[in-house]
């Protein structure tokens, strides 16, 4: 029974002060006195061992105090359970120096630790290595020979693999009077955010089994995360160390899984017994996980009347030699068109390469890129509008699941879209607008994502003072999190924003899972909600015990709370004061822990996703084959929106990086070497200022009272999603070109 | 300390380090004296050396205006000039923008109100850097459209895609709405 004097307000970040001054610290920024400071070296080659590691040049240099290598690190955790972290694959992970053998290129393999930053640095390139080199293999392409099924496990939960065919696809498309076939080929992509990942480890010294107690500051989307691998790994017990994580400068999924520099900076804190920092560079940002590259080939069959038969969408994407990474890349297109013959098939390849990690949309933006293209191939062979044709291919139940959708107002999304960048006026002809040299088209694709919630656990006291503190040890990777959660506890509390805070990032707080998927908002946000809905009725029962209290013969449903008082329904004169309760609590602050639990039993009879519409404008150079995207409008039905101006950020963000994965990022790998090369963000492109122009968000009122208590459905994803395929579909509009391979760049276009 | 001579791996001579320096900074309008090496750089001596982390590293390339700092009112890449050759200039970061109101207290530079009211970032890392290049543009005074903003902006990168937003605070200070304070 919450109130909505904040929730769907378009309250200015909480933590924006402290942004905008350069108050906010983020890992490397705790200083602490006595700090050595690490810098590691990386392999440069990508399979074989190292025969030698001379380490004595950098250890000649005064104010330099060890270099650990595979040869003198510390006896580890000896079972690989030790080093899964909740986001990793089937598989064995990767162990940092654990021992002489090279599994991919720039993989970590020494860390010298110094007095000062510079002589660190300075010293790991004075660090030289002989290597025995074997054959390496990191062509996806030359090897897709060998694509398998992946292993299942537990990531398998998250991320089922294809369900099994349904009809027969062959014999439905042989039939099918339309029909399309492409192959789609996507680059690697890093994720890059603009913090490179870094461990600070204060060391306080102690006599306890561990050697002291570790306060440690990590980049991490999830401080639960990091203390559960580091308390295993390093034999820690967990009253010994604690992560800290209050500002978190991007992650995009880069942050789901502990990275190497934690490992590095506990084992020399542990090992030294002395505080400890290591900072990653940005080349350094390229030797972990990344989006896989991936060769789909998607087929399509339609009726003469352009009603879909059916679908065939299959996907082949890279993993490591150690560790079967898998996305949901081929299960869209299931989700969202109703052919009754289709067959979904996901495969992997090891190659010599580290293990791929989520990024943004991780396998959604990929499979619907292609899905999305392929559709408008098809509408196009059909002679129908994009948009007319999948509202004639539209399901409002999900018919891979054959399972009803919690709500889907796509139809609306496609409705307000197309009115708002006035796709009536569209010209179906290919190459049939120009303006001088520049051709111009409009593209539209789809967008999907599920809708996803998680436990999470939350505590919220109300002080001595009369003000609320609530807290959950969940992250704010720029989403948003600090500022919804307050609005939905003061929501939930009566109690003005400035007397309501939310704490996060740090172990010491009630857990909560990795910041991922979209399912924050839902996950924690009702953990919130829940928490502060029984400190209410703890409060309420105080209230009730005060002398002389207006509620003695009054039960909890017949009160509210409002402007920092319980009051009765009836009689808003019958009130008590929130201080008054908390100060009859004999001083003591009025605390409760609580458990935010999705509603399966509610959830499962349904397919709960975001959608979305987007329509993209781009111009071509006729001569240069240059693309510049100047619109996007972004539908977008996700449920209700929780903070209309950090959700609109979210969605922009999402469109930025739509712009970058159609037409600038690929993480371009020389073969011969098994490496990236472009690892600067000079020569890796993502999307600048000038690159970005006009966009629009749209959020579409969705109504959903299923999906979670709160009906929000995330939107970390879905602002992404449909970008690529609609950028892709406009060039074709301008064009007449059929770019199938991504980032599409100007050689693929002249 | 000397270097021991049994380390070194071959008949050249080992590695040694060369002597440290003392610089003075002035920054945010304080001079401080700090002892570094003569390749420490202005962004690595600024928040390792005197702890104003208000500056970010985001490359240490000059590839993403991160860091980004005012040096006698110019724009610049803190991790491309060693500290050393900034002696006796004037260097504002981020935690010396803002103005003192009337009372004396810690204002905001208009830049830093109109990122927060057009919700300009999201992680916030790249935003320091944003904020010092943003006053570093208007003081260049070559920047009349959207276009150029969008332009001259481009040296500062902003993974969560906050561009739209920024250029939206940018030219509200640029261009005050008549009906605005």
Redesign the interface.
Known sequence: MTQQTYIGKPI??L????????????A??F?TPNLLHGYVVNSTIAKGKIKKI?T??A?????VIKVFTHENRPKLAWFDMSYKDQDAPPGSPFRPLRDAKIRYSAQPIALVIAE????AR?AAS?VTVEYEEMAHQSDLEANRHRARKPASGMASLLKPPPPKPKGNFEAAFAAAPLQVTGEYVHAVEHH?????FATTVVYEKGRNKSGGKYTVYDKTQGVTNSILYAAQVFDIPFKDIRVISP??????GSGLRPQYQLFMAMMAARELKRSVKV?L??QQMFSFGHRPATIQTVALGASAEGDMTALYHSAVGETSQFEDYTEIVVNYGGMLYPPENVTLDHQIVSLDVNTPLDMRAPGGVTGISALECAVDELAFKAGIDPVEFRLKNYTDRDPLADLPYSSKELRECFRQGAERFGWLKRNPEPRSMRDGHNLIGWGMATGIWEASQAAARAEAVLLVNGKLRVSSATAD????TYTIMTQIAADTLGMPLEDVTFKLGDTDMPAAPIEGGSWTAATVGTAVKTVCEELAKKLFKLARKMPDSPFASVSFNEVVFVNKMIQLKKDSLMAVALQSVVDSNGGAAVRQISTGLPNMLKQRKYTRSAHSAVFAEVTVDEDLGTVRVTRIVSAVAAGRILNP??A???I??????GIGKALEEESVIDHQFGRFMNH???EYH?????D????DVIFVDEHDDIVNPLGVKGLGEIGLVGVPAAIANAVFHATGKRIRQLPITLDKLL | MTLTAKAAPSTKQPPSLPAMHTVKLTVNGIETELQLAPWTSLLDALREYMHLTGTKKGCDHGQCGACTVLVNGKRINACLTLAIMQEGNEITTIEGLARKDADGKDGLHPIQQAFMDHDAFQCGYCTPGQICSAVGMMNEGHARTADDIRELMSGNICRCGAYTNIVDAIQSVMNPQPDAA
């Open positions: 200015n970040r933590d924006g002060l402290d942004k905008v001054t350069g108050k906010a610290k983020y490397a920024e200083d001379n004595q040049d250890l000649g240099l005064p104010g000062t930053f510079e002589l300075y004075l890059n955010p603009m913090e490179m500002y978190v400068g991007g992650g995009f900072v560079t940005r990777i720029g989403t948003g101006k950090t609109r950020s979210q922009l963000g999402g469109m930025v990086w600067s963000l000079a993502v999307a600048v200022n000038a970005v122009h006009d966009l």
